[in-house]
């Protein structure tokens, strides 16, 4: 009989952002718009980049591997968003919540060393450009890059082997929009301690090794602005680091809000609100703040429109 109540849950009820059927409806409309242009945003991005041969450099290079995660990230968990909002139904099998709660860990972990990458390539190119071209070349821009997918992945497999390792039999209802390791491990019927603790020292891990390489770089960034004599240098070092800075603020504070509270009982409600700003609010700002003041990437714009436009005339 124990056997038999140990194995009993075979799906899981996501409860998503509200039970009530109009508003559930607005917020299909207003997610489906999200989504839309989150995936619109960042492959325009990768478009602009790839089209303009002045954008192929170390800078872009990174900021098209943080579009596609941004793609893939929203990809991960908005369509079952969308169709629990549209049929008011929030089941979901525990194979596909596994799934689900890998991808959009792992892409959550890529983003994390993507995000540190990239504020290294600012610190080589500000504080050492006689050298950066040597330091930051093809070759370690591969390896920046893979070892960001390459963690994320190793990260994202001991979160979710660990989770489900337990044993889940009721109850079954994830008071979240999709299934997050922290919500989903709530559920457990057995005692988590020693999971929670791994989760929070590999979160610890992933977050401070790439919190603090940004802090670091930033800081000799900083120094080396302030020692600048040219104040049209010093506006353009903090003007390409402006909005890579606020990209950090946002993902990072929420991030660290979630997955860096141990033993503590978790709001849920208060999980799901954190949780709109990383999985909805930043893959949507991302290419706007990237490219809003961005010089480089109107001109990209401006040229592949210019193209098109001639092409018409032909």
């Keep these: 009989m124990e056997a038999e109540n140990r194995t009993s849950i075979t799906e899981f009820i996501l409860v998503g952002l509200t039970n009530d059927r109009k508003k559930q409806i607005l917020l299909f409309v207003i997610t489906l718009l999200i989504y839309s242009l989150s995936i619109v945003g960042n492959v325009m991005v990768i ?39 549209l049929t008011g139904n929030g089941a979901i099998s525990l194979t596909r919540c596994a799934l689900q709660m890998f991808i959009a860990l792992s892409l959550g972990v890529t983003e994390c060393f993507l995000l540190a990458a990239m ?75 020693v999971t929670e603790l791994i989760v929070f020292l590999a979160a610890t891990v992933v977050l401070l090794s790439s919190i603090s390489t940004v802090l670091t770089s930033y800081g000799l960034i900083l120094s080396t602005v302030l020692k600048m004599r040219s104040t049209a240098g010093r506006h353009k070092a903090f003007s390409t680091c402006a909005s890579h800075l606020a990209v950090v603020t946002v993902f990072y504070g929420t991030v660290i809000t979630m997955y860096m509270r141990p033993g503590q009982v978790r709001a849920s409600d208060f999980d799901k609100q954190i949780a709109i700003f990383y999985i909805m609010v930043t893959p949507l700002l991302n290419p706007i703040i990237y490219t ?12 592949v429109l210019g193209r098109q436009d001639m092409v018409q005339k032909r």
């Design 47 to 85: 478009m602009l980049v790839r089209a303009d041969s002045r954008l192929h450099t170390p800078m872009y290079f990174f900021l098209t591997q943080l579009a596609y995660v941004e793609i893939c990230y929203v990809t991960s968990t908005f369509p079952q968003m969308l169709f629990n909002l």
């Design 119 to 193: 504020a290294y390539d600012r610190y080589l190119a500000i504080c050492h450009p006689l050298l950066y071209t040597i330091l930051m070349g093809r070759g370690r821009q591969l390896q920046l890059a893979s070892a960001s997918w390459g963690w994320s992945t190793f990260f994202a497999t001991i979160g979710v082997s660990c989770t489900f390792h337990h044993h889940f039999c009721g109850p079954n209802r994830i008071n979240h929009f999709f299934c997050e390791l922290p919500v989903v491990l709530k559920l457990a019927c057995a005692n988590t301690q």
């Design 292 to 303: 809003l003041r961005n010089k480089d990437i109107h001109a990209a714009a401006a040229k």
